[in-house]
């Protein structure tokens, strides 16, 4: 597989099957993943892997603290922009409506859009969940360092036959996930990732978000 057929094939898995991924495919990927561009050579980025039991054990947590606040804890940064202006707001938009046109969950079905919302916190099936931090005393060089981290990751995934889905929803928990993982005060979680074998048959798997014409983002400078 090519880099380019990586990138084209990548996207955000949904639902999973319960293939279980083999630890030491796990532990190639990121250690691969680790030769992703670091400014400095700090390497920023750490990783919880949670699979099994322990993956279990999230989950039940994880129910009793959406019981507790619905609406989650309070994110430590906000993960959109307040007041999203355009044409950055009609994007996230589509892209939500899109999923649910999908799943059959009409617009007034509040109960169904979140019961499909609440399927970030248990992986959306998949059996392992990864979860990314850093430190706090970090700043936005980075943080996107972690993100080029995170790609890596999924690339590599890609092409060897997985799945996965970056979820920036686990944000909204993080004290609980925090204290599940025994993370110190010194570490903020930023977000979590879904990796997995992809169910063929679920719809949401179906889903190919739209992207911008080249002309919208890239401004080419020749003379």
Same mark, same amino acid.
Not at 30 to 45: C, E, I, T, V, Y
Not at 67 to 71: D, F, G, H, L, R
């Given at each position: ?6 990138v ?7 639902a999973?099957t319960? &293939?279980?991924v083999?630890?030491?495919?796990i532990?190639e990927i ?12 700090? &390497?920023?980025?750490n ?5 099994g039991?322990a993956?279990d ?7 009793e603290?959406i ?5 989650g ?8 922009p307040?007041?999203?202006p355009?044409?950055?707001r ?5 892209v ?7 799943l059959?969950?009409e ?8 019961? &499909?919302?609440?399927?970030n916190?248990?992986f959306f ?8 931090s850093?430190d706090?005393?970090m700043g ?5 360092h972690?993100?080029?981290?995170? &790609?890596?990751?999924?690339l590599?995934?890609?092409e060897?036959g ?5 979820q920036?929803?686990?944000a909204a ?6 204290a ?6 010194d570490r903020?979680?930023?977000?979590g990732m879904?990796?997995?074998?992809a ?8 889903l190919r ?8 983002f890239?401004v080419?400078?020749?003379?």
């Open positions: 597989m090519s880099v380019s057929d990586a084209m094939e990548r996207r955000s898995i949904r999973y319960d &293939q279980p083999p630890r030491a495919v532990e990121l250690s691969l993943a680790a030769r992703a561009p670091s400014g400095g050579n700090l &390497q920023p980025w990783v919880h892997v949670v699979t039991e993956l054990r999230l989950k039940a947590h994880m129910k603290a019981a507790a606040s619905p609406t804890e309070g994110t430590d940064f906000d993960i959109y307040k007041n999203l355009e044409p950055w009609s994007r996230r938009h589509k939500g409506e899109d999923l649910y046109a999908l059959g969950i617009r007034d079905n509040r109960l169904g859009r979140m019961l &499909q919302f609440s399927r916190y248990e099936g998949a059996p392992v969940g990864l979860f990314f850093i706090r005393q936005l060089p980075q943080w996107a972690l993100g080029m981290f995170m &790609q890596t990751i999924a590599l995934a890609v060897r997985l799945s996965t889905c970056m920036e929803a686990w928990f993080p004290k609980t996930v925090s599940f993982l025994g993370l110190p005060d903020r979680l930023y977000c879904a990796l997995g074998f169910d063929p048959d679920a719809p949401a798997n179906s978000t739209e992207r911008a014409a080249l002309e919208d890239a080419f400078l020749d003379h």
